[in-house]
Nanobody
């Protein structure tokens, strides 16, 4: 499984970006795709996830109400719509998938998001 993350960039605080995570293979219905982020000098943290089959969604508290995760099964792509961005959202965002297992074993290359105050 190969994942390609894209959509990062430079944005003013309060602005929006949409990240995409495209899978090279048709996902397993029980697999999940998660978005994670790592800010400079900080550990990687979970942002949101969605399962391919029934679309079960989880969000970290710090993005609830601002970020929306969604999927397009036909395109094998997961999106992360990020609204009301804050400077503390600045990070490299990674997508990952569990594949046929339960751990996030497959990772994309990351896309950088910079939010200017």
């Amino acid at each position: 499984v190969q994942l390609q993350a894209s959509g990062g960039g430079l944005v003013q605080a309060g602005g929006s970006l949409r990240l995409s995570c495209a899978s090279s293979t048709r996902p397993f219905s029980r697999s999940a795709v998660g978005w994670f982020r790592q800010a400079p000098g900080k550990e990687r943290e979970f942002v949101a996830s969605i399962t391919w089959g029934i679309g079960l969604i989880y969000y970290s508290d710090f993005v609830k109400g601002r970020f929306t995760i969604s999927k397009d099964n036909a395109k094998s792509t997961v999106y992360l719509q990020m609204n009301s961005l804050k400077s503390e959202d600045t990070a490299v965002y990674y997508c990952a998938t569990t594949g046929a297992g339960t751990r996030y074993d497959y990772w994309g290359q990351g896309t950088k998001v910079t939010v200017l105050q």
